[in-house]
């Protein structure tokens, strides 16, 4: 270090960079979240309620875990379609270890994001290694945890202990609730959500691995002629994903309880919806957690919202899928223009 | 001399406020070919592009068969007569090469296409322009220049009257060469005005009629090429002038320890026990035809390419190379000629390409040290001379010879001794390469070992110490610079295997 005075200029260059990079279509995305808030806000009964801003919260935690994941396997230009049905299925087989087998509740959550882990490392063994497009990979992955998830349970739904009962206090990892406490619980799952995105925003931007995803997502074959081990980090980015899988495993099983053999499909959609609200292109090289957060929460203020202007909450659907052509179209606007 | 068929008069084009083209003008005849020259981004493209529709003027006037026309895009151009022939081909290539070339205007019979009728037009086509392309062959499966051929023909049978060729040659083997210019004479026999774009001297000397050079947005004039010497172009060009002599005699020390060995080195086809040493501080040229192998055993020694065998040693140790990894950890460093496909990343700033094969040593602790990244990156900007606003400009927006020197660069970062630079030069303008050159030079005093593979016979006489020639894979010549010359390479480079018929 040639002292303090470069120092502060490149911290400087450096906060003025991450504004710039901040840009535009982020500054956009938080603009429409905010707007969308106020709007429920001034449009719906009660929608300013405390109670209603939780159940904003506790309907994100699961899509932004899988979003943060899915988001570094986006970077590299890949895709997880895996993501929802390994997120039940983790959470399947570990509720019936408990259950059935009597593993202690707190190796049982570990396993779960253990599990959800080695999921991951097999979709980036078979994209990085096998050359499988990761459409088809994690699509073949997304059916076998699918039906692993039914086969293990005997198709029998699994519902996890109730927040008194003795294992429940896994739940207050999430939200608190008790006496003293305001009645819609405290959202301790938020602190942890913005936490793993704050690690999880320094890993990509400023670790060796993160650097390496970015730039295999960026130009495959040049970041390997540089001497750049490609297929290790690649497979990293899947197991980043199947990890976020596994925690977002037992974020729903602690908000929602019940968890049904079969289902999860669709919830990777969401991930990846939120993802690509929040500015990461699906070709790859470009991408930040913190504009995923915000994806994701664009789309819990749209679910939690439009019941109390009088809509249903298939809603939600029909006008997610517009902001995402929206957020995708200022995009590739923005593009343009920097092109032009 | 006859009338014009195409003036552009005044020309003015500025984008977001940077001029681009200031009052240009430019005119072609009829059966004349009209070279256009200039440095890149010295506004060939640009004047091009307004021609042709694909962006607007800010002023001047283009007359066009004596009618003042504004072409709103390149349909209306195509269909008023003025077609381009592009540098990269836009083929398809999963159609045949009838398909290909009647796109878009396909022969009818009712609601269906009329395929005999399109592959016999194409047929006669073909025929009139002399090449034997069959109409129903699949594209992708034709040759680079083949497929040039078929995209002058999609060209030649809109009826245009005007054509522009934007570096033709910059993909074909000399053979090739040879057929394009014999349809592009042909062409000009008929009356059609032809632009020419080219990076390459000898061409335009070769078959142009007049020389028309930019230079920074402006024209800085047109000469008759039978009057004019390569030296007045290349001035005009750079404004100034640029040394082209051959190397007289190698400047390797006698006793430089050879640095890189290569021993009957397998890999496919193209690599058929190559064997060669490298020594510290020298520049040894890799010359041969398209084919021969040169890229091939290049990647092969890099491990981008497994090898099927053969061995490599480094200052005399040898080496397991079976990934780039290996290879960058022995202190190889590969520029490849496609720097954007296989050398840069080209959506990241400078910073973090330069850093990109050397990442470990700009860490601290677990973070990324982004002010010791900077650091380097404005080190090798000023002492590559990389013109560049900062070293947070995006790399795609500077010109190639800025790109290739951000390549050398995250080689002098890694400390890399041994550099393999496949053309060095390609798609460089004249002004950069002199530059590129001197580079070289400089980095062999400074004791790194080059392999330079290079087209360009010229080059590889002005650059190397030693020359080696391939020829389907087979090392065919090492000749010490001193008794090199063109015949001799050439010689070699078409030393072909005697093959039995079976």
Request: hydrophobic residues 45%.
């Amino acid at each position: 270090m040639s002292g303090n005075g470069s120092h502060s200029t490149s911290l400087l260059s450096n906060s003025g960079k991450l504004f710039h990079n901040f840009g535009k279509q982020r500054l956009v995305a938080i603009g429409a979240l905010g707007v969308l808030y106020l709007f429920f806000c001034a449009a719906g009964d009660n929608f300013a309620a405390y109670n209603t801003f939780v159940s904003i919260l506790d309907s994100s935690y699961y899509i932004g875990f899988l979003a943060i994941g899915v988001t570094f396997v986006v970077i590299t230009g890949g895709i997880d379609l895996s993501c929802g049905t390994v997120m039940v299925c983790c959470a399947l087989i570990s509720g019936t270890l408990y259950f059935k087998l009597g593993v202690p509740m707190w190796l049982c959550l570990l396993l779960c994001i253990a599990m959800g882990g080695l999921f991951g490392f097999c979709n980036g063994f078979m994209v990085a290694v096998m050359k499988l497009p990761a459409f088809i990979a994690t699509l073949g992955t997304m059916m076998v945890t699918r039906g692993l998830g039914s086969i293990v349970t005997a198709t029998a739904s699994v519902t996890f202990p109730q927040r008194h009962a003795d294992d429940g206090w896994f739940r207050g990892i999430f939200k608190l609730m008790g006496d003293g406490l305001p009645s819609g619980g405290v959202p301790t799952g938020f602190v942890l959500l913005i936490l793993l995105a704050a690690v999880m925003a320094f890993i990509l931007n400023k670790t060796r691995p993160g650097r390496y995803i970015l730039a295999l997502g960026s130009n495959k074959e040049a970041t390997r002629l540089s001497g750049v081990d490609v297929v290790k980090w690649e497979i990293l980015a899947y197991v980043v994903s199947g990890l976020f899988a596994g925690l977002a495993a037992i974020a729903y099983a602690s908000i929602y309880s019940t968890i049904l053999p079969g289902t999860g499909n669709g919830f990777e959609l969401d991930g990846i919806a939120g993802t690509v609200i929040g500015g990461t292109s699906l070709s790859g090289g470009v991408g930040s957690i913190a504009g995923t957060l915000i994806g994701v929460f664009i789309m819990s203020v749209l679910r939690t919202g439009l019941p109390f202007v009088g809509l249903q909450p298939h809603y939600q659907l029909f006008f997610t899928g517009f902001v995402l052509a929206a957020a995708v179209f200022a995009d590739v606007l923005n593009r343009r223009r920097r092109k032009g | 001399m006859n009338k014009p068929i195409l003036t552009m008069d005044g020309i003015s084009k500025a984008f977001a406020g940077v001029r681009a083209l200031q009052d240009v003008r430019f005119d072609l005849m009829r059966g004349e070919i009209h070279a256009l020259m200039g440095e890149n981004g010295a506004g060939k493209s640009t004047l091009m592009k307004i021609l042709t529709g694909v962006c607007a003027r800010d002023a001047g006037t283009i007359t066009f068969e004596g009618r003042p026309v504004t072409f709103k895009n390149p349909r209306e151009a195509q269909a008023a007569g003025i077609v381009i022939v592009h540098q990269e081909l836009n083929m398809l290539n999963h159609l045949t090469a009838a398909q290909n070339v009647f796109i878009g205007r396909e022969p009818m019979r009712g609601k269906m296409i009329d395929d005999d009728k399109m592959n016999r037009d194409a047929h006669a086509l073909f025929q009139k322009l002399g090449i034997g392309i069959d109409p129903k062959a699949v594209v992708g499966g034709l040759t680079v220049g083949r497929q040039q051929m078929c995209e002058i023909a999609k060209a030649i049978s809109t009826e245009a009257s005007v054509i522009i060729f934007d570096e033709p040659t910059a993909a074909l083997t000399d053979s090739e060469i040879e057929d394009l210019f014999k349809t592009i004479l042909d062409l000009r026999g008929r009356g059609i005005g032809i632009v020419y774009i080219s990076h390459r001297m000898d061409e335009i000397k070769r078959i142009t009629d007049r020389v028309t050079v930019m230079r920074d947005g402006a024209c800085v004039g047109t000469l008759t090429t039978a009057h004019c010497t390569k030296d007045d172009i290349v001035r005009m060009m750079v404004g100034r002038t640029v040394y082209e002599d051959p190397k007289s005699r190698s400047e390797v020390p006698a006793d430089a320890p050879v640095a890189l060995s290569v021993r009957r080195l397998r890999a496919g086809p193209l690599v058929r026990d190559v064997s060669f040493d490298l020594r510290r501080g020298e520049i040894l040229g890799l010359s041969g035809l398209m084919g021969a192998g040169r890229t091939e055993t290049a990647r092969a020694i890099f491990g981008a390419d497994r090898p099927d065998g053969g061995e490599v040693l480094v200052n005399g140790r040898l080496c397991r190379i079976r990934s780039p990894r290996d290879a960058v950890a022995a202190g190889i460093g590969y520029l490849s000629e496609d720097r954007k496909r296989y050398g840069l990343l080209v959506e990241k700033d400078i910073a973090a390409n330069i850093t990109l094969a050397s990442l470990r040593d700009f860490m601290r602790g677990l973070s990324l040290h982004r002010s010791k990244e900077e650091e380097e990156a404005r080190r090798h900007i000023e002492t590559l001379r990389i013109k560049t606003p900062s070293e947070h400009q995006e790399v795609r927006k500077l010109s190639g010879g800025n790109q290739q020197k951000i390549v050398v660069g995250k080689w002098l970062t890694r400390d890399s001794q041994i550099l393999i630079f496949d053309e060095p030069t390609r798609g460089i303008d004249v002004g950069a390469k002199a530059e590129i050159y001197a580079l070289m030079h400089e980095l062999a005093r400074q004791g790194k070992s080059i392999l330079m593979i290079s087209s360009d016979l010229t080059e590889i006489l002005r650059m190397s110490d030693r020359v080696m020639v391939m020829c389907e894979g087979r090392k065919t010549a090492e000749i010490p610079i001193e008794e090199a010359t063109q015949e001799k390479i050439m010689h070699a480079a078409t030393l072909r295997e005697a093959r039995r018929v079976s």
